[in-house]
């Protein structure tokens, strides 16, 4: 499966941006997918993920309450909602795809990963 994330910019604190990740096949009932960032100098941190059945979601404190992850099953494609967005939220932020049906939300073992977007936020 290939990914390809974009929907990234420069936003000022406090503002939203929403990222796209567009698959190249279908993944619904059979790819977790997972939002994940990378600033520079540390290392990559994962943010949230959608089962493959889509009935569950898992978020990282650090983006609980600001952040939602959404899909569109007919197109293909994962939302990253993100909201009240900080200057820390500064990063390039990659999604990435595991197979694995039902509704399990793994935080680790994604084999496939789009290319990255850059989010800057400003304060």
């Known amino acids: 499966v290939q990914l390809q994330a974009y929907g990234g910019g420069l936003v000022q604190a406090g503002g939203s941006l929403r990222l796209s990740c567009a698959a190249s096949?279908?993944?619904?009932?059979?790819?977790?997918i997972a939002w994940f960032r990378q600033a520079p100098g540390k290392e990559r941190e994962f943010l949230v993920v959608?089962?493959?059945?889509?009935?569950?979601?898992s978020y990282a404190d650090s983006v609980k309450g600001r952040f939602t992850i959404s899909r569109d099953i007919a197109q293909n494609t994962v939302y990253l909602q993100m909201n009240s967005l900080k200057p820390e939220d500064t990063a390039i932020y990659y999604c990435?795809?595991?197979?694995?049906?039902?509704?399990?939300?793994?935080?680790?073992?994604?084999?496939?990963w789009g290319q990255g977007t850059q989010v800057t936020v400003s304060s």
């Open positions: 959608i089962s493959s059945s889509g009935r569950s979601t």
């Open positions: 096949i279908r993944v619904a009932s059979r790819y977790a």
């Open positions: 990435a795809a595991r197979s694995y049906p039902g509704d399990y939300v793994p935080r680790i073992g994604f084999g496939y």
